[in-house]
């Protein structure tokens, strides 16, 4: 099939004198995985709402599957909230009888790994494996369109992995998927990404393009612990990094002006910086402007 | 200082939950935990904070008055404010007057919790309760600071404001032992530990765990050996850890080799486990 699965052209969202989603156009095509990151408040889930028909728009224009997202169209719609939407009182198999009742398909076989699960409540299950019963939950109907919160927060390399393995079949068999998420690891697993801010697009496309310019400064010096706390008091967001410092959103020279006046040697190099860093960075300006 | 376990073994009937794990945590540096569900990162955290019993092994920790230890679940009371939190638990360490305004203060500042101060627990973001457990586990200025997953499932810009604590207090001296299933925090600590199934898979600075990973990962649309391979992105990665005659261990000709990073490593050293120890 061809055409875009969804669509936001346009879009903005108001709560009464509050923009939370402002003059957004983002699209979804088959087989692809768009990658949708933003810190709290950026406007992510206001969109994502949206998108899913859950919230009316403002302005501007959404579409699901070709047309308006009604209740028929959302049939074809494969979600998993952050939360993972399930009944942690009911066993595995239930939840599953439930979501595949309200679908009205058959109840998905188990995979191996989750087999011995079957009668044991959800909420008695491991993160990792609750993540695996989410998402048969929400693939059982073959979805067209597949939104995820989040997919892989809080389970393991390997869990991980076999989440986007799954994720990535979807995309193959000709769906789209659109997956909001924070986390570079999540993030570099998409074919592209979209950036959110203070409910605006403001970057789109691969991580390097998300990241922009955008720099961090690594310090590097024998007396670590004196120059963090020196940079520290002036107020830089500063971590380490092994036995280096990381500052965000920094101006090297600036940097440099507070170890001379400490008395502390240390060379200085702008690194570019992570997809959080940029996220800092864009929220820092939100809160000054 | 240096705090740590040595030789851990922990059971729970009939559970391995640690197998002879030996880990050194010294006064200003972090040391982070990695690994899935039931890897043993709680059990490791609550053996060093001397939270149970070892079925071998031995523990050096400083006393309870000296000990910070954040757990997973939030360890803030939901019905107490911000700043009621935050006494309660000074207040067991005998922190009172103005040296516990002060440093509450303090601390508030820190993690830009300040103008939160009067909220209760329950309406805080997952990202500020957190940072308000971070504050109670070091209000009374510990040398050992635990912190089970604190980072997990919040937003970005806590994330870097937790690191920026937990870097602050390893700088000033603490030692810092956090778990966390993020694997970019684990490559910025001083030391990192991988646990898989009770038992460390590697441990060292990153330098030295990417320097000690033996083998080849390649990167394929499709592995030969499925149960060697792993999804990054569109493509996977297959694992060849060479030297060993039970599986084909080095890659056929044509392959492309990948520079592995630490998701690589820590995959490549799970599955190696998984598909030569007899379960």
């Given at each position: 099939?061809?055409?875009?699965?969804?669509?936001?052209?346009?879009?903005?969202?108001?709560?009464?004198?509050?923009?939370?989603?402002?003059?957004?156009?983002?699209?979804?095509?088959?087989?692809?995985?768009?990658?949708?990151?933003?810190?709290?408040?950026?406007?992510?889930?206001?969109?994502?709402?949206m998108?899913?028909?859950?919230?009316?728009?403002?302005?501007?224009?959404?579409?699901?599957?070709?047309?308006?997202?009604?209740?028929?169209?959302?049939?074809?719609?494969?979600?998993?909230?952050?939360?993972?939407?399930?009944?942690?009182?009911?066993?595995?198999?239930?939840?599953?009888?439930?979501?595949?009742?309200?679908?009205?398909?058959?109840?998905?076989?188990?995979?191996?790994?989750?087999?011995?699960?079957?009668?044991?409540?959800?909420?008695?299950?491991?993160?990792?494996?609750?993540?695996?019963v989410?998402?048969?939950?929400?693939?059982?109907?073959?979805?067209?369109?597949?939104?995820?919160?989040?997919?892989?927060?809080?389970?393991?390399?390997?869990?991980?992995?076999?989440?986007?393995?799954?994720?990535?079949?979807?995309?193959?068999?000709?769906?789209?998927?659109?997956?909001?998420?924070?986390?570079?690891?999540?993030?570099?697993?998409?074919?592209?990404?979209?950036?959110?801010?203070?409910?605006?697009?403001?970057?789109?496309?691969?991580?390097?393009?998300?990241?922009?310019?955008?720099?961090?400064?690594?310090?590097?010096t024998e007396?670590?612990?004196r120059?963090?706390?020196?940079?520290?008091?002036?107020?830089?967001?500063?971590?380490?990094?092994?036995?280096?410092?990381?500052?965000?959103?920094?101006?090297?020279?600036?940097?440099?002006?507070?170890?001379?006046?400490?008395?502390?040697?240390a060379?200085?190099?702008?690194?570019?910086?992570?997809?959080?860093?940029?996220?800092?960075?864009?929220?820092?300006?939100?809160?000054?402007? | 200082?240096?705090?740590?376990?040595?030789?851990?073994?922990?059971?729970?009937?009939?559970?391995?939950?640690?197998?002879?794990?030996?880990?050194?945590?010294?006064?200003?540096?972090?040391?982070?935990v990695?690994?899935?569900?039931?890897?043993?990162?709680?059990?490791?955290?609550?053996?060093?904070a001397?939270?149970?019993?070892?079925?071998?092994g031995?523990?050096?920790?400083?006393?309870?008055?000296?000990?910070g230890?954040?757990?997973?679940?939030?360890?803030?009371?939901?019905?107490?404010?911000?700043?009621?939190?935050?006494?309660?638990?000074?207040?067991?360490?005998?922190?009172?007057?103005?040296?516990?305004?002060?440093?509450?203060?303090?601390?508030?500042?820190?993690?830009?919790?300040?103008?939160?101060?009067?909220?209760?627990?329950?309406?805080?973001?997952?990202?500020?309760?957190r940072?308000?457990?971070?504050?109670?586990?070091?209000?009374?200025?510990?040398?050992?600071?635990?912190?089970?997953?604190?980072?997990?499932?919040?937003?970005?810009?806590?994330?870097?404001?937790?690191?920026?604590?937990?870097?602050?207090?390893?700088?000033?001296?603490?030692?810092?032992?956090?778990?966390?299933?993020?694997?970019?925090?684990?490559?910025?600590?001083?030391?990192?530990?991988?646990?898989?199934?009770?038992?460390?898979?590697v441990?060292?600075?990153?330098?030295?765990?990417?320097?000690?990973?033996?083998?080849?990962?390649?990167?394929?649309?499709?592995?030969?050996?499925a149960?060697?391979?792993?999804?990054?992105?569109?493509?996977?990665?297959?694992?060849?850890?060479?030297?060993?005659?039970?599986?084909?261990?080095?890659?056929?000709?044509?392959?492309?080799?990948?520079?592995?990073?630490?998701?690589?490593?820590?995959?490549?050293?799970?599955?190696?486990?998984?598909?030569?120890?007899?379960?």
């Amino acid at each position: 099939m061809t055409g875009v699965l969804l669509r936001a052209a346009r879009v903005t969202r108001r709560f009464g004198a509050f923009t939370a989603v402002d003059d957004v156009s983002m699209q979804v095509q088959p087989g692809e995985v768009v990658g949708l990151l933003g810190a709290n408040g950026a406007g992510k889930t206001t969109l994502i709402r949206m998108l899913l028909g859950l919230i009316a728009v403002t302005s501007g224009r959404v579409d699901l599957l070709g047309g308006p997202p009604d209740r028929e169209r959302r049939r074809r719609l494969g979600y998993v909230p952050q939360g993972l939407g399930l009944y942690g009182d009911l066993t595995v198999r239930e939840n599953l009888s439930f979501s595949a009742g309200a679908y009205g398909t058959a109840v998905p076989v188990l995979p191996p790994a989750l087999a011995p699960h079957a009668d044991v409540l959800v909420r008695a299950l491991p993160l990792g494996a609750q993540r695996q019963v989410a998402f048969l939950a929400a693939l059982a109907h073959s979805p067209q369109v597949l939104v995820l919160d989040e997919p892989t927060s809080g389970v393991d390399a390997l869990a991980r992995a076999a989440l986007w393995d799954t994720i990535r079949a979807q995309a193959e068999q000709g769906a789209g998927v659109l997956v909001t998420t924070h986390y570079m690891q999540e993030a570099q697993q998409c074919d592209r990404l979209l950036l959110m801010s203070g409910g605006r697009l403001v970057a789109r496309g691969s991580e390097a393009d998300i990241i922009g310019s955008t720099t961090a400064v690594a310090v590097r010096t024998e007396d670590w612990a004196r120059a963090f706390a020196a940079l520290n008091a002036a107020g830089a967001p500063v971590m380490l990094e092994g036995r280096a410092i990381r500052v965000a959103d920094a101006d090297p020279a600036g940097l440099a002006e507070v170890l001379r006046a400490a008395g502390i040697e240390a060379s200085l190099q702008p690194v570019p910086a992570t997809i959080e860093e940029r996220m800092l960075m864009l929220s820092r300006q939100a809160r000054a402007s | 200082m240096t705090y740590s376990v040595r030789s851990a073994t922990v059971r729970f009937g009939s559970t391995v939950a640690l197998d002879d794990v030996t880990v050194e945590v010294p006064g200003g540096s972090v040391v982070a935990v990695v690994g899935g569900d039931g890897a043993g990162k709680s059990t490791l955290l609550r053996a060093l904070a001397g939270e149970l019993a070892l079925d071998a092994g031995t523990v050096e920790t400083p006393p309870k008055q000296r000990l910070g230890y954040l757990p997973a679940s939030s360890g803030s009371w939901a019905a107490l404010t911000v700043t009621q939190n935050i006494d309660f638990v000074a207040g067991i360490y005998g922190l009172a007057g103005d040296e516990l305004a002060a440093r509450r203060a303090e601390l508030l500042d820190r993690a830009a919790l300040t103008p939160a101060a009067g909220r209760l627990a329950a309406q805080l973001s997952g990202g500020m309760r957190r940072k308000l457990g971070f504050i109670m586990a070091i209000v009374h200025r510990p040398a050992l600071l635990i912190l089970d997953e604190p980072t997990t499932g919040i937003d970005p810009v806590s994330r870097i404001d937790l690191w920026r604590l937990v870097s602050e207090a390893a700088a000033s001296g603490t030692a810092v032992l956090m778990s966390t299933t993020y694997l970019d925090e684990a490559e910025r600590a001083a030391h990192l530990v991988v646990l898989d199934s009770g038992r460390v898979l590697v441990q060292g600075s990153y330098d030295r765990v990417r320097a000690s990973f033996a083998g080849v990962v390649t990167q394929t649309g499709r592995p030969v050996r499925a149960d060697w391979a792993w999804r990054r992105g569109r493509v996977l990665h297959e694992y060849w850890p060479g030297g060993d005659s039970s599986t084909p261990a080095n890659p056929p000709a044509g392959s492309t080799a990948v520079a592995p990073d630490l998701e690589d490593i820590v995959i490549a050293l799970s599955l190696a486990r998984r598909n030569t120890v007899p379960s």
